[in-house]
């Protein structure tokens, strides 16, 4: 088990330069498979666009954020509840102040990606996961104490999760 402390998280800025992310974790190599990574968004303004990437998003903190898809429809994202669309989509994003997101991207036919979100009152045993990532509260985890957006990488089956607060639980394949 391998800690990602959110203070060591790189920030990186955009792909239409609009903001900044702050990567957590990628695949190896040139070609990324997969990526997390917690991105500020302060603005409305259009995503950025990654064509042949699957995204997840997954509003950590702020109110809402609304997103405008292809053909008009909107997504409104609430705390807590992951939102998957493809990246190539025209995505406009409008926040109601400033929202903090969690994303997984994934390249489409090499890898592939499933987030849950688990609130987390007391005591715990969480399975089936790569990362375990702290979205919101204080939780200890084997004995480390936990904040948000701090990531486990590859913890062990029936680790032991204790404290209050909401985790992602992300399945790479």
């Not at 969690?102 to 007391?122: E, K, L």
Request: charged share 20%; net charge neutral; proline share 6%.
């Amino acid at each position: 088990m391998r800690v990602l402390r959110r203070a060591d998280h790189r920030r990186v800025l955009w792909k239409n330069g609009l903001g900044h992310t702050y990567e957590v974790a990628r695949s190896a190599g040139a070609d990324v498979d997969w990526r997390l990574s917690f991105a500020v968004v302060e603005r409305p303004g259009p995503f950025s666009s990654f064509p042949g990437i699957d995204r997840i998003i997954t509003l950590v903190a702020g109110r809402q954020l609304a997103l405008t898809m292809p053909g008009g429809e909107v997504q409104v994202l609430r705390p807590f509840e992951p939102f998957a669309f493809p990246g190539e989509a025209e995505v406009q994003g409008e926040p109601s102040g400033s929202t903090i997101n969690f994303n997984v991207m994934t390249r489409r036919g090499r890898a592939a990606a499933a987030v849950a979100c688990q609130r987390i009152a007391g005591e715990q045993n969480l399975q089936g996961a790569d990362f375990l990532v702290v979205l919101d509260g204080s939780l200890t985890v084997d004995g480390v104490v936990l904040g948000p957006r701090d990531v486990v990488c590859d913890p062990p089956d029936g680790l032991t999760v204790a404290g209050a607060g909401v985790v992602a639980l992300v399945r790479i394949t």
